[in-house]
């Protein structure tokens, strides 16, 4: 570890091992309730495994919410960044210790699950507007090492689950008012009758926008249908849609716009009609099957169709361009996979033992159309044909985990993953003018991982872990080229890397748990972004990295109806290798040098949160939250930055029972202080448009109700 934070985090460490001596000699060990995590593939408490994972109940990410986007309710997560950008044509912004953090569009460099359905694609881009927050019943997010195992793209893992009912059926519906014209009309249904369990969810989500030209429409339906088929068998089927009629992009904004009028929209986001829209419906299967009491197969299958139309803000002289693509992008994906699953439990030299060897194996569909957008003078109407291509990405991954309790003490985790990914594209539109660019790439690597957990009492634990990953570059980052040449940019090479982590958890006293980690990244080839502007972005290779940090986190019960929430994260993330970049579109060439040692854009360097609830199972509730966010540069050559901010929020409720209904009211507050701030930045935009402004003080008003059968 780095000798800058080794004291700090020394006396960290010193600090939580002797709260956790004193609370074992003052006091009886406290058993807490069991509280059970799954993104290892096996089942686990966070306390034992040697990894940092957190569990999000879904009381906890509603409690006091909009329930909008499932970045509200992960402030409690160290390491863990998920801002909402204000911009319903873009998708909320999640990194996980820098990881993803240069996505200006979707979400990369972290795997997303829902219900075991991979929501992000083999070539590591993904989305969550798929996610309806109303029917989760827990959020999982696991970092570090153990995430490679996951495969390509695995700078963390997010994985959402559905509740699982155990009552009788019930019914919920709630409604939400709030700033900028934000409604929200939503309704599930659940429950369990005999083997078979259900939970049904749907919603639908307006807004006018925070920002001029920012109104946007979203429908959602969730389904989640679970039978016991015999005493050691179970099938869950899982369904669900999201729609986006159309959401209007507003653009970035430049320091000198966002200084003017926060609520402003660049020009030509007005006279290009920058907008999108989007349709995904997609289905699984995971079949559960008990062979006897030491051995299980699981096999997970899924299927999904979604469409997207996104009108870009590019000059017309620069569509004029005979190699140019075009400012309308139309995609068509079409995407399946399996994970097929063997499990194993038993004893191995006396110790308890478990052995998990499968194989996943995705495919990807792309119809990929461009299309000028104006016709004439005209603009922001779909207009000439200019790309026509169809694109495939398939993995096939073997994968194997073990997991060995040699004492009480100690547990030893291990596994290894081969990673293989294969990009194909068909080009259709050929021309005199325009060549063909058919081509293909191939990545791949062995992710090998091993981690080690120790008990010293059993109020502390420690551990270690170590192992290497990769990440690919999506199709999106494929798609251009700087130097304005058609075709993909099959040039792009995959990044490794190599990461540590160490780290203590403890349970000082009852309801308290408290942790901290420190990790080091460092990567070769890393992907960084060459130009961006209108919304298109070009990348490519820049060498070497290093992400290094310390993680912390706490959660106390104070009271019986009172709790209390902090997380905090330090992360140093640089360039150690220089190398050139673009400042202009088209760029020919790379020629602005970008110095080693240079801050990677877009990643905080420090990240704070605090939250007190008080919430008794009926009669008033309250809660307050606190989040603070140091700089965020805006480019590689750290000309520009973000600054850093400080926000409160706190809401009030009341919840009420008769008989067999359950009504609750709120109110919520966001920055009280009605700070101005910039919410998210777009990395290295071309033309300056780095900012996109968070609202001022904003206010929601809601109404929920329950009726249990």
Partial sequence: MHPRFAPLARRTALALAASATAATAHAEPTVLAPVVVTATRTEATPFEVPASIDRIDGDALRAGRAQVNLSEGLGAVPGLL???????????????????????????????????????????????????IGTVGRVEVLRGPFSALYGNSSGGVISIYSEAPAGPPRVDAGVAFGSDGLRRVAASSSGKTGGFAYTLGASRFETDGYRRHGAAERRLANARLNWKLGTDTQLTLVANSVELPEAQDPLGLTRAQ??????????????????????QTQGGLVLEHGIDAANTLRLMVYRG???????????TTTQGNALHPGGVI????????????????????????????????????????????????TLGVQGALRRDETNRVRNADPYLQAEWRPTPAWLLNAGVR???????????????????????????????????????????????????????????????RASGLTGMNFALRASRSRSVETGIKARPGAGTELTLALFETRTDNEIVTQTNAGGRATFQNAGATRRRGLEASGSWQLAPTLQAQAAATWLDARYRDGFLTCTATPCAAASTPVAAGNRIPGIARTALFGAVTWQPAGGWRFGAEARALGKVDVNDLNSDAAPGYATVAAYAGYQLSLGAWDLGALLRVDNLADRRYAGSVIVNDGNGRFFEPAPGRTWLASANATYRF
């Fill in 258 to 279: 966002w200084q003017a009028d926060p609520r402003g929209v660049d020009p030509v986001a007005i006279s290009f009609d920058t907008r999108k829209t989007m349709q």
């Fill in 82 to 132: 998920a801002r909402d950008r204000q911009n319903y044509a873009q998708d909320v912004q999640i990194s996980v210790r820098g990881f993803g953090a240069r996505a200006s569009f979707g979400i990369r460099g972290v795997r997303l699950y829902v219900d075991d359905i991979p929501a992000t694609l083999p070539d590591g881009q993904g989305q969550i507007t798929n996610v309806e």
């Fill in 305 to 315: 169709h979604r469409t997207t139309l996104q009108f870009q803000a590019i000059p």
């Fill in 330 to 377: 139309d995609l068509a994906r079409d995407y399946e996979g399996a994970d097929l699953r063997w499990r194993w439990k038993g004893a191995l030299w006396d110790g308890a033992a478990s052995l998990v060897a499968g194989i996943a194996t995705d495919e990807l569909r792309e119809h990929r159309v461009g299309t000028q957008n104006f016709i004439g003078t």
């Fill in 418 to 480: 081969r990673a293989t990914v294969r990009f194909n594209s068909a080009d259709a539109y050929v021309t005199r003018t325009n060549p063909d660019d058919s081509g293909a790439a191939r990545y791949g690597a062995t992710l090998p991982v091993l981690g080690a957990s120790y008990a010293v009492s059993e109020t502390l634990r420690v551990y270690a872990t170590a192992g290497r990953g990769f990440e690919t570059p999506t199709l999106n980052e494929l798609a251009y």
